[in-house]
């Protein structure tokens, strides 16, 4: 590990990042929302870069008329805006993972896998700029902002000790949040047209828009996913892992160690979330429709484990 990547380090989420879990929250493993080396991390989109075929499992790929009512260029460019001024605060606390870092690699190799196959689902993705970072920071914690923007902290692969099939697990969940595009449809709902299309232009800074942009922030951090949200992301999650090579049956090995991790209480990021025990049964039964995905997908040629435990002095 580079000797100068702290770890522990408390990191602000930006407003788009933690829209899905409420005042307070400090988690995120459920927010709304080529690559290949560098090319993640700087969020540069090759024009070479695969596209995958038509997505397998139209079903999971269906998204509310919501969400026509909020302008997605803007949120995106919000997300990103936000994204990277967390990006700022990590770097300047030491706790931004350096590119040749392991856990950055296998992060970034696993979204390279995972994101060719988001295109056959959500058309807009194959815009986005997609970036995937490593946050050193000991919260178990992990989302996608809309517009692509990855961010796993530290705590979550460490503290769970994930291996890569989880760790695709989560990140399709979270990718499948902004395929969905769940926090628009959630903005959408709660705000209302008017105020919809307003927040968006807030967002950015753009005109005047007087009480809009005062309420932003409230409004952003009251926004809050419905379990069927969740249930969607977990189903879409399941197929777009699959057919990058993961293993869909660590999805129950991923909310069995969630559950260990919470001590047997809901943690508050899963306050508004279908239990780990739901999740688990839930994932069975999707289990014979996309076993035959990851039979079929080119298998991952890389393979990483997760970070080592500190041994007690």
């Known amino acids: 590990m580079t000797p100068s990547f702290r770890t522990d380090a408390p990191i602000d989420l930006p407003a788009l990042a933690r829209a899905g879990h409420g005042p307070g929250c400090g988690c995120t493993l459920h927010a709304r929302r080529r690559l290949g080396g560098a090319l993640i991390g700087s969020g540069v989109l090759a024009a070479a870069w695969p596209v995958a075929p038509a997505f397998a499992v139209e079903e999971e790929c269906k998204r509310s008329v919501a969400t026509k009512l909020v302008p997605a260029a803007q949120i995106e460019q919000a997300a990103s805006q936000q994204y990277r001024s967390m990006l700022q605060q990590a770097s300047g606390k030491r706790a931004l993972g350096p590119q040749d870092h392991p856990q950055v690699q296998r992060l970034r190799y696993i979204a390279q896998r995972i994101i060719p196959f988001t295109v056959g689902c959500n058309e807009r993705s194959r815009d986005w700029k997609w970036d995937v970072n490593l946050i050193g920071s000991p919260e178990l914690n992990a989302f996608c902002m809309p517009g692509g923007k990855i961010a796993f902290y530290y705590g979550i692969l460490a503290k769970l000790q994930l291996n890569d099939d989880e760790v695709a697990m989560i990140m399709g969940h979270e990718v499948g949040h902004a395929l969905l595009e769940h926090a628009r449809e959630r903005m ?6 008017r105020l919809g299309i307003e927040i968006g232009a807030a967002l950015l800074g753009v005109n005047g828009l007087g009480k809009a942009a005062a309420d932003m922030g409230g409004q952003l951090l009251t926004l809050t996913f419905s379990r069927s949200d969740e249930s969607e992301a977990d189903a879409l999650g ?24 919470s001590k047997g209480a809901p943690p508050q990021w899963l306050s508004t979330h279908p239990s780990g025990k739901t999740r688990i049964k839930d994932i069975q039964e999707r289990l014979p429709r996309v076993e035959p995905l990851f039979a079929a997908a080119a298998k991952p040629d890389r393979h990483f484990g997760p970070p080592a435990l500190k041994s007690a002095s």
Do not use: D, H, Q
């Open 188 to 193: 959408a709902k709660t705000t209302g047209t």
């Open 238 to 261: 399941l197929v777009l892992a699959a057919k990058a090579g993961y293993n869909p049956a660590s999805g129950v090995t991923l909310w069995e160690k969630m559950g260990a991790a």
